[in-house]
């Protein structure tokens, strides 16, 4: 009996957290949905990192979280400033950013893979194109669904609770 009533203690309080993310609105939902989508995207990143620890491949880990923010910027950058304009032009530096934005986000990407290119070493090209391509097939499942669920929640939180 004791392990029913913890998980039923922990049942009550974990749905007493989510009720009150939910009641802190977009932004506490949003924030959590970014930590989770942190979380699983280091979790993919290790094990694609163990499998190739023992070569000691140069930058792999630097690049991933790298072009994770990239690629979050790029995502978030122009969905943001529609649902929270107000606020971006209030600071002075913000507008410059929602300006120029997809050249930013295209210099980012850039600058990433130019820092692959020069991270290559000769007798490990193919470990390396396998991290690199690990590192996008991640981002591309983790930041791309982490996106659809927060412009799912702009069009009504009931969209996030019951998708």
């Not at 995207?41 to 491949?57: C, P, Q, R, T, W």
């Not at 692959?116 to 669904?145: I, P």
Request: proline letters at 2%; charged letters at 10%.
């Amino acid at each position: 009996w004791k392990n029913w009533v913890i998980r039923g203690i922990f049942t009550w309080l974990m749905i007493g957290g989510f009720g009150l993310i939910i009641y802190g609105g977009p932004l506490a939902l949003m924030i959590t949905v970014f930590l989770v989508q942190v979380k699983c995207f280091a979790e993919i990143i290790n094990i694609g990192y163990a499998v190739y620890k023992m070569d000691n491949l140069p930058w792999f880990r630097s690049l991933s979280w790298y072009f994770l923010v990239a690629s979050n910027y790029f995502f978030y950058g122009e969905s943001l400033v529609e649902q929270f304009g107000v606020l971006i032009n209030n600071v002075d530096f913000l507008p410059f950013l929602v300006r120029y934005h997809r050249l930013i986000s295209f210099s980012m990407y850039i600058i990433g893979f130019v820092w692959f290119v020069l991270s290559l070493v000769k007798k490990y090209y193919l470990r390396q194109f396998s991290l690199f391509a690990w590192t996008h097939v991640a981002l591309l499942c983790v930041v791309t669904q982490s996106y659809l669920i927060i412009q799912n929640m702009f069009e009504g939180l009931i969209w996030l609770i019951m998708p």
